[in-house]
């Protein structure tokens, strides 16, 4: 078994796709339309679906925002440098929750930045993740 991908459901998919792709550096990988349904699927990320896991990104015409709830964590990005990543979101329009430093309580060096929709991302810094 492998993690094909996780779903978010996103609130205007050109926004969101630009976002994943120019800011994140991801690839759109394919998009679907499914007019019966009025929905369309986008799928996004770093490498081909049957080699990595990606993001798929659901947009029902007829909504055009949701709720987050409390549920739900965050995505999570391993970056080489991640005050580098944040200032380069920042550059790129993006919202930077979280500076880069090392977590609460620990050594591992990370970082959050939002989604136009308010997902969370987490940028890890690679080579620190000791806890």
């Not at 977590?103 to 959050?112: D, P, Q």
Request: charged content about 25%.
């Amino acid at each position: 078994m492998r993690l094909l991908h996780t779903m978010l459901r996103v609130g205007n998919l050109d926004r969101s796709i630009a976002f994943y792709t120019g800011v994140l550096g991801m690839r759109l990988l394919r998009r679907n339309d499914y007019p019966d349904g009025r929905f369309t699927l986008a799928f996004v990320g770093y490498d081909d679906e049957d080699k990595a896991s990606v993001l798929e990104l659901t947009h029902n015409w007829d909504t055009d925002h949701y709720d987050l709830g409390n549920g739900y964590g965050h995505i999570a990005l391993e970056v080489a440098d991640a005050a580098a990543s944040c200032d380069a979101v920042r550059r790129l329009g993006g919202k930077v929750t979280r500076e880069a430093g090392p977590m609460k309580h620990g050594s591992t060096v990370i970082a959050f930045v939002e989604d136009p929709d308010g997902y969370k991302i987490e940028f890890i810094q690679a080579g620190t993740q000791h806890d």
